[in-house]
Each structure stands twice: as C-alpha cells, then as structure tokens.
C-alpha cells in the first residue's frame, strides 16, 4: 500500500534550499517550535546512517541523511517506528548500490512510515522537519557506523612517505625497473642479433699486393694499392701466431666471441686514466678490420657486437685467427703478416722467429709508435711491449723459459719501400703483367683491383746482375752527357731465352724505371733492320723456293750485291733498296750477302721466296702477327717492323732450337691464398724444319766468324747471330744465340724530354753505332759470364743439302740477279764438285776447299783430295786469290785432307771442317 508523502516548507523564506540546511528554524515542527527527543534521534540517526553509507556528493549534499529523516517524521512520531523506517532506509540504500544511494533511502523510509500508521500529515510533517534538521550535525559529531551484515570493509590507507625517505624509491619500485630493464635488453639483444646480418667484406680489406719473385724465391718487388698479402695459417711460424695470441688475447681459444669482463676492464683503465685499452678479442677486431670501417661510433661498435657474436657461430678459431693476422695494420703500409715479415725482416712469415713474431705483435698496438727504426726514441717502449708478449708466451706454456732466457731484440731492417720499383725491378713487373694480361692468365681487373697473386718468374738473379754490368761496362759507362748531347738520348735493352724451355732467364729494360719508365726490352716501336734477314733465308729453305732462274736457294746462292739494284719479278712499284754506304758487291754468295748485310741480295731473295711466305715463317718462328709496319713486301727483308727485343729473341731461341718453337715465358708459378693458378702449356712444336732452322744457323755463323759480329766471338762460345741498324741509326741490334742461349740486344736513341727517336751519330764519341759495336759487345760479355762453368758446347745442325760447303762466286756478275752458283745432286755448280765427277775437268773459277784438274776424272767431296789430275792450266782466283803454280783456292779456303799440284792458299786462310757441324768454312775478310 502506498501512502503519499507530502513536504512543508519552512515558514520563513529563504531558510533552506533543498539538498541543504540552514540555521533559523528548528527540526520536529512547521513553526520553528521545538521537536519531541523521539523525533530528534531518529533524524540524527538517520542521518548517521545517511553518511556513513551513502557518502556525500560533491556540493556538501548528503541526500542518504534527508531520505531518513523524511521517513521518519511520517511514523508520526513513534519511536518504533521511526527506527524501523531508519533500518529499512539504510538497507534500502545498501540494495540500491551507492550511484543510488539518495532515492533509494527516500522510498524506504516512506514505506515504512505508511506501514506504521503514522498518517499522511505527520508523514508530511515529519519530511519537513527532517528536512530543516540536516544542518544541525556536525560533521565531527557523527560516528563511523560498522555496515551491516552482507558489507565489505575498506583497507586503510597507507600513509605517505615524507622527508627523506621520498628520495629513495621503494623496493617494489627497483624490482618493477630490474624487470623492465632486463625485459628491454633481453628484446634489443634479440632484435639487433636478427637484424644484423653478416656484411660482405669491406674493399680495402680484401686488396692485396701482388708478389713478385725471381726464380729462387727471393722478391722481385710488389704493386697494388695496399701492401698485403694473404697467407694460410699454415704459412704462419707457430711461434708468430702465439705471440700475437700472447700480446692481444690470451684466452682466444677458450672465450666466447665477446668478453663483458675485459670491456669493463678496459672501460675502467681508461676512464682511471691507466691509458686508452681495447677490450675487444681478437673476433671482434677482426670483425673491424675486415667487415666494418674504423670510426670510433657507437653504431659501429653494435655491429662489432653482433657480427662477431655470429661470425663465432659460423667459422672456426683458427679460421678468425687466420683472418685477424692477414688483415691487421703492422706499420711501413704492410697490412698482414706476411707484408709484415717482408717489410721488417725481409722474410716470409713462416720463417719468422719467436724474437721476430713477439716484435710484430707489438706494433700491432701502435705501428707507428713501435717503429724503432723511424722512431729510435721509443725504442725502450718497444721493448718493454717485446719482453710483456715474450714473458706471456711463456706464461702460458708456447715458450719454454729457457729459450726464452737470454733472447736478445732482433733489430728490424731499413725501410725500403720508396726504391720499390728501381732499376730493374718495374720494369720486370711491367712485362710480367703484359705477360699475364695477354696470355689470359689473369684477368687485368682481378691483377690490379684483387691482388693476392704470389708470381713466381723465371728470372734468375745472377743472370740479371750480369746483364747489368755488360750495358754498363759496355755502353753506359762510356757516355759524357754533359760534353756530349746526343749521349742522352742513348739507351738500351736485352733479353736472354734459355732455347730449350722458352724461359726468360733475364731482362733489360732501362737504366732505371723510375727516370726511364718505357721498358726497351717489350717496346715496339724501332725498325728491327737486318735481324729479320734471317727469317727470309729460313723460308726460302723452307718452302724449297728458287731464284728468278728456277735454282734453289743456298748458302751458296749467287745474288748481283749493287747498290739500289731494282728487285726483278715484283710486280708492285719499283723497289731498288741501297746498301749500307750505298757500297757495290757486285756476284756474292747468299753466306756472304749475310755476312756483309747486302740490303739488295735480301730485297731480291724476299721476293723469290714471296713476301708473304717470308712474313709466316717469321710469325712461326714467334714475332707477334700483329706486329706493326710487319707487311708482305719486298722491304720486309730489310727489318722494317717494329717487333720488340723480346720478340726477337723469341724468334732467334726458335733457330737455336732447332726450328722447334715453344711460346716465350716468364712465369714458373702462380699462387692466389695458397691455391695454385694453371699456367698455359709452353711446350714446344716443330713452327720450321729442323733442315731450316740449322741451315740457317750455320749461315748465321759465318756472320761471327767473318762477319759483321766478330766481337761475338769474345764470349768463348760457339755462336750464330746477324747485326741490324735502323733507318738513319736510330737504333742498332745484335741477336745472337749459343745452343744454351739466345740473346738479343738493342741501343736506341730517344730524345728524354719529348720522346722522339732520335739518330746516335756520335754517341759514345764514335762517328755511328752499329750493330757490331756496343751491342755485339754487350752480347758476348752477358753470355761470357752466363755461361761460366758450363761446358762449352758446338752446334749440332742437320743441313741443307750442298749447305756444308763454302762458295766463293765469279768475279763477273752474272747475266740475271738468279743464283748461277747452285750445286745440284752431285752435278758441277758454278766450278765446285760434291760428291760428282767432271769429264775433263772444270774451267770455272776453284772454290774453298775443292780443286780444279787440267783434265782426267777428279773427284772432289768439300775439299777432299784430288785424283788423276794435274795442275790446271790458266785457271784463276776469285776475289784476289792467288794462283801458285797455276791454280790455288779462293778467299783463303784451304782443302782438307788433299791439295793441287803446285797449288797453294791464297791469302794464307786456314779454314778448316766444321765438326760440329758438319760445314767446311773459309775465314772471310
């Protein structure tokens, strides 16, 4: 049942608003009159129920003390009731929740008012009364109330830190950050561990030098950017490794990529000011060495971290160890320890000692600062750091204390590393390059950006000693340049080929490559002049090929020797070439037109054999096709090409041996990190007949015994060879070959300043330089001393048929420039008989080594004796020989083994058989 519940305001205006009390009147009636106690309590109670269970609302309302007073003052009165309608509020209120707390109490207390039959105006009045009672409690006069039965307590509040104690967090608070720290440093470990990835090297670490070693091993010089040189671990003295380990990180093997302890300890040391430490292991200065940059930057030293945390996961100790010794900076631009052994000591780095390794580990804390030889004055620093890396090795058990007792510092050698490339040295490496490139051994970009080869040559040190002091004694030290202009411009250049093996065994390049950078031994650029005479006789035997009179072209061949004698059966322009000193040689034999280097009996002898036939077989024979002003036309006989000294002495080894032909080398063996590079195949193959090569070489030698290249004979040794000079002089050559050795030589003349080939018209003092001065000279001083000790051996030649004897041809030029002095299968050829017979005898002029019959059957072998036959009648000399008793021979040949009748020799020649090979030789004028 709902009973209505009505509220009177109080009398006076303005007294209170609702929701608050406000002093004037009095609780319990309408008129301000007094209330009764039973009233008065229940509206205090009420209240005390109101705030402790309802709380008060911001304004300073407490709407759960107004709700109970109201239904209260509906009970009428009654004590009872008023304290039932107070329970039944504060329950009400509990139910209703405390967003609630105000409407609730109200409707409780008005239920139970009507249930106590206290009458809709008491209700009324009582709600009014209650109302005006609010303000009458005081907040310090009501109790905290326990909640009934069903509640939950609040926990009191702790009380706040004050003074001190609020500087200093709490241990909740330390633990929550220990936590959190650790949290973020395990995630950042294991995100920068998934992020950094292992980079590729960086570019200088992997630039090495490039090694260059003469046959014995010993070092040539090296080139590249950056002084290194990779090698193996096993290529590393053990005791170098563990002084390294002894000076940089003890426990290497043991520890862990990173080592926290030896970072704060060095972190400590510095910041102590006990001097800037590194706390890294050698994996993590490996790592900076090889894959990161040298900035001091933290970002640098995360990936340091992480890299080297990675890195130890995936390679071997002795692998990291072995990168950590080729990559770190030792001083003098050596990077690595071999560079290092090599610059200090001059040793390679398996060689090195315990004294020589502890020195190395030193510098590797401060190269510049432990150079004793650039810096004496840190010289007790160095060994102070030398005595901690010994004393350690000891320590940890690589050293024995009694080797180590008694070790005394091992100076380290002068810097040499300016003069790298003087005197010979560049221009050997130049060669050895060209070589490389040109034969695709190695590819230029991989030789001069990679580096890291180990070249081991064919050039041997004795030998190169010795062809420097023949230039020098021979050429060099006879120039005045101060006097003399044109001694300035004087220059020159060599190679020696061992014949048998193609190997070049020595190779002169200049005075010195860093004032003449040009190597004079690879240039093409000179006229090779009467070298290549050579080849043409060697494709005229060659190919079989005959004269303009269809005979076969010999030694013994009779050409017309004028001067500027046009060629006959060229079908190009007119080509007359003219004789050195335009001199007239009237009939001369192919052997003499060698000796005498007659330019017209060439000229004609290229055409006969064919331009073209001539230009093969010198390219068989090794000169490069591509060599320039090298073309099929009569001058080629004249050495119009440019071919270099190199090329040429190629060639020449070709006729040494034996017309078989192997491709020149320099190079025994390549190596790249310790793995070996496949060389090419230089065997060689037969490029001309053996019957050719040799033919031509016993041409060739009459060139040194009678010839041009007399002073050749100074070497001791049997010799064949050919002098040429360039147009107007400008270079003279002599090449030259024994059956051990081929060797060719040029002086050239070259302005210095602008480079323009210049002539040597009186260089040295001389009024020219030919071919049989300085260089033939030059030629047989180096092969003197290269051959000392050896046995001295002859020539083994197979000949040409007819080629083992010497023909001195008609004092009468011939009808044709043709050969008329050929011998054919034991026939008469020009007056000389070989193995034939002459039915009544001859009437031509005698020849070296045979004679002529006044009649009956004679016959002759090279100058064997003769038989039946008497003195001839009217025969004559050639060549101002001298006829005794009315015959004799010519130019001094002398008949071995049997003479004429009242025959004699003229001009007292002694010529004799050639054993060796089989050729019977007059001594020429």
Known sequence: MTMPLSVTRPEKSGSAKPGSAKPGGKPGSTGGGKPGPAAAGDAEMTMTLGVTRGGAKPGGK?????????????????????????????????????????????????????????????????????????????????????????????????????GWRRLFPTWRMVLGSFLIVTMLIIGAFVLGYNLVHIPKPQELATKQSNVYLYADGTQIARDGEVNRENVPLSKVSKAAQHAVLAAEDRDFYSEPAIDPKAMIRAAWNTASGKGKQSGSTITQQYVKNYYLAQDQTVTRKVKEFFIAIKLDREVTKDEILEG????????????????????????????????????LAALVNAPSMYDVVAHPENKAAAVARWNYVLDGMVKEGWLKQSERTGMKFDMPKQTTTSTAFSGQRGYLVEAIKSYLVEHKIIDEEALENGGGYRITTTIQPKMQDAFIKAVDDNLMDKLDKKNRKVDNYVRAGGVSIDPKTGKVIAMYGGIDYLKQYVNNATRRDYQVG?????????????????????????????????????????????????????????????????????????????VDVGPAKVEKTAIDLGIPKNTPDMNPYPSIALGTATASVLDMAEAYATLANHGRHGTYTMIERITKDGEEIKLPSTDPQQAVSRQAADTTTSVLRSVVQGGTATAAQASGHPAAGKTGTAEEDKAAWFAGYTPDLATVVSVMGQDPKTGVHKPLYGAMGLQRINGGGAPTEIWAQFTKTALKGKKVKDFDLELQEGADVVVVPPSTPPDEPGATGDEEDGGTTGGEETGGQTDGGTTGDPTDGGATTGGGDTTTTGGAETTGGGPTTGGGTADGGAATGGGGTADGGAATGGGTDGGGTADGGGGGADIGGGTTEGTFP
């Open 530 to 606: 009467s070298t290549f005479k050579p080849f043409v006789f060697t494709a005229a035997v060659e190919n079989n090929s005959n004269n303009q009179s269809g005979q076969a072209i010999t030694p013994n061949t009779i050409y017309d020797g004028a001067s500027e004698r046009p060629v006959v059966g060229w079908p190009g322009e007119q080509y007359a070439p003219e004789n050195e000193d335009y001199v007239d040689y009237g009939n001369i034999t192919v052997r003499q037109a060698t000796d005498k280097s007659v330019n017209s009996v060439y000229a004609q002898m290229a």
């Open 324 to 359: 950590y010794l080729n990559t770190s900076f030792f001083g003098r631009n050596a990077y690595g320890i071999q560079a290092a052994a090599q610059a200090y000591y001059g040793v390679d780095a398996d060689e090195l000692s315990p004294q020589q390794g502890a020195y």
């Open 62 to 162: 407490r709407p759960g003390g107004a709700a109970g007073a109201a239904g209260a003052a509906a009970a009428g009165g009654a004590a009872s009731a008023a304290a039932g309608g107070a329970a039944a509020a504060a329950a009400g209120g509990m139910r209703a929740g405390k967003a609630g707390v105000t409407s609730g109490l109200a409707a409780a207390g008005a239920t139970a008012g009507a249930a106590g039959a206290g009458g809709a105006a008491g209700a009324g009045a009582g709600g009014s009364a209650a109302t005006a009672v609010v303000p009458a409690v005081a907040p310090a006069d009501v109790p905290d109330v326990t909640p009934a039965a069903g509640g939950k307590g609040k926990k009191p509040k702790r009380p706040k830190r004050t």
